[in-house]
């Protein structure tokens, strides 16, 4: 598995940087493209429907990049790109919208054509679209018997106004771009961080509908978190990103949901997940650079779990919500993952991570870091 790793400040900047590798003896079948919102994706996609490779493509909340040419870096409003050598029969790719809203069918469609191609599959899955339930989409594929799934969610920059992914050919507003790898042709090992505690009581959803919350405790959801956090409502998606809603799962297990917008008419918030009546949930609150620590810890545990694995490249995805609490200091996180598996590296930040490696029933998350770290077997 040979892979190149590419930043750009353009289109055209992008493209040339593809076209200058030496294709003698590196034969990219893949490509991994996380691009700003700022960026014409008609243009970038008629640039790249010519090339013989897959193109795993996905708008962001910002880009990250590692490898000892370019060494390790957090860019906003850029392009970066992995270009990736690896069996072709060991990778299949899929760009599925998303029909009458129904995520259910969508993950019953990947899950169904995944096993299809693989006895065996992983999957790297990246969606669009702010509303997209990534929650019933990830359950289906686990109750169809997919067990490796790892992603995110595209972003736009934060201004939560649109978010896309793309193949070579296409765009999709509210959708999937999903890799399918071999397993028994590819190692996979996946590693979640987190860093973000519970504040205050617990209160009571009493009104909720999918992702979006209207009442805790019987009052409008605006108001638990204008009263808590001491802001005005226009502040709340903001300020309100950095302190996600702790949510107490039915078998004791928590998760964080992140706020993405608000409804003011009707007082309600929208989550990047399912939010049921009668959960107990609290506010959390970042514990702050201790945070950076837990990246390398995640991976240095996961690598301990498979002694024999040695990995060949390493995919993130960082919540968005991170970069925001760590600010510059964010690059330190990327640092601290590259620390412990020095392999080529390509992310971005997300709206919503992925991640199968805890054995829980729940894999999407938000608030986390995901790396994903792969390696091609040798026959």
């Known amino acids: 598995m040979k892979s190149i790793v590419l930043n750009a400040s353009s289109?055209?900047?992008?493209?040339?940087?593809?076209?200058?590798?030496?294709?003698?003896?590196?034969?990219?079948?893949?490509?991994?493209?996380?691009?700003?919102?700022?960026?014409?994706l008609e243009k970038l996609v008629s640039r790249l429907a010519n090339y013989p490779f897959i193109v795993v493509g996905s708008t962001t909340a910002g880009e990250i990049s590692a490898d000892t040419t370019i060494g390790v870096g957090t860019n906003e409003e850029s392009i970066v790109c992995m270009l990736l050598d690896i069996d072709p029969s060991a990778?299949?790719?899929?760009?599925?919208?998303?029909?009458?809203?129904?995520?259910?069918?969508?993950?019953?469609?990947?899950?169904?054509?995944a096993k299809k191609e693989f006895e065996e599959p992983a999957l790297i899955s990246i969606s669009s679209g702010l509303s997209f339930n990534t929650e019933r989409y990830t359950e289906t594929l686990l109750s169809y018997g997919i067990k490796d799934i790892y992603g995110g969610l595209s972003g736009d920059d934060l201004k939560i106004e649109g978010t896309f992914v793309f193949s070579k050919d296409s765009i999709c507003s509210k959708g999937v771009v999903v890799l399918a790898l071999d397993r028994s042709k590819v190692d996979i090992v996946g590693a979640v961080?987190?860093?973000?505690?519970?504040?205050?009581?617990?209160?009571?959803?009493?009104?909720?509908?999918?992702n979006i919350l209207y009442e805790i405790d019987g009052k409008p959801a605006i108001e638990f978190y204008k009263r808590y956090l001491d802001i005005d409502i226009d502040s709340i998606p903001q300020t309100g990103i950095e302190y996600p809603l702790e949510v107490r799962r039915d078998d004791g297990s928590f998760v964080r949901r992140a706020l993405l917008d608000i409804d003011k008419s009707s007082g309600a918030l929208i989550f990047g997940g399912d939010i049921k009546e009668n959960s107990y949930v609290r506010l959390s609150s970042s514990e702050g650079k201790n945070m950076i620590g837990y990246v390398g810890e995640s991976i240095e545990k996961a690598l301990d779990e498979n002694e024999m694995f040695t990995p060949e490249v390493s995919l993130v995805f960082s919540c968005c919500s991170r970069k925001q609490v760590l600010n510059k200091l964010v690059v330190k996180e990327v640092e601290s993952a590259y620390e412990v598996a020095p392999v080529p590296t390509i992310g971005f930040f997300t709206y919503g991570e992925i991640c199968s490696c805890n054995g829980s029933d729940n894999i999407f998350y938000n608030e986390t870091f995901v790396t994903v770290l792969l390696s091609e077997r040798r026959v």
């Open 11 to 40: 289109i055209e900047d992008l493209i040339e940087k593809i076209d200058i590798q030496d294709i003698t003896y590196f034969k990219p079948s893949v490509a991994f493209i996380y691009v700003s919102i700022i960026y014409d």
């Open 193 to 210: 961080a987190f860093g973000w505690v519970g504040i205050g009581k617990e209160r009571i959803v009493t009104k909720s509908y999918k």
């Open 91 to 113: 990778i299949s790719f899929k760009l599925l919208d998303v029909v009458d809203n129904n995520y259910m069918k969508t993950g019953e469609k990947i899950a169904l054509w």
